[in-house]
């Protein structure tokens, strides 16, 4: 008796277990979609124009100061204006550059890109930092005489690198398009 109701078990358990073969699914990466970039133009009270992405909002601060929220990806991007005088050009390239570099001790890598164009009189320095830094991206533009404007990329999170590539690819393209379309005034 014993003998049939271990053979019963056996059967029941091969029979039960015989499925389709286990497929081992790849990793996925999480996909985000951002929408096509779209820009305007923007004039301010401030003697430098640009344009931005539509999707983006505008907040203007004192001293000619803006801020570009991206509320959709919780992150700001923050411009600061500064008359050149007084040959205060050197001190203003100076901060700009200590204040990318500060961000090298988190950073895994910082590319720089040269901005060059002298149609419109703009010169300036794009700063791609990679890594879990505070920030992602900093910048400057100037016409070496009057005018200098730097901006640097913050998001309302924790620095994960891996996690916000993404929208800090699509937010660089952004301060391209900034740095491409200033005019001075």
């Known amino acids: 008796m014993k003998k049939y109701l271990f053979l019963f078990l056996a059967g029941l358990f091969i029979f ?15 996909r985000l979609d951002y929408p096509i970039a779209t820009y305007h133009t923007v004039e301010t009270v401030c003697p430098y124009s640009f344009s931005i992405n539509d999707h983006a909002k505008l907040i203007q601060k004192k001293n000619c100061g803006l801020n570009i929220n991206y509320p959709n990806m919780k992150a700001t991007l923050y411009l600061t204006y500064q ?11 100076q901060d700009a550059q ?81 740095m491409e379309t200033v005019t001075w005034e």
């Open 98 to 178: 200590k204040l990318a570099y500060e961000h090298t001790i988190k950073a895994n890598s910082m590319p720089e890109q040269p901005f060059v164009n002298p149609e419109k009189g703009v010169y300036g320095m794009f700063y791609m930092i990679n890594g879990n830094a505070a920030t992602q991206a900093e910048f400057y533009v100037t016409d070496s005489i009057n005018h200098f404007l730097n901006g640097a990329l913050y998001f309302d999170a924790k620095p994960n690198f891996d996690s916000i590539y993404p929208a800090v690819e699509y937010l660089r393209e952004d301060i391209r398009k900034i």
């Open 83 to 93: 008359d050149v005088h007084n040959n205060n050009l050197d001190s203003l390239l």
């Open 16 to 30: 039960a277990s015989c499925k389709d073969d286990v497929l081992v699914k790849p990793s996925a990466m999480l």
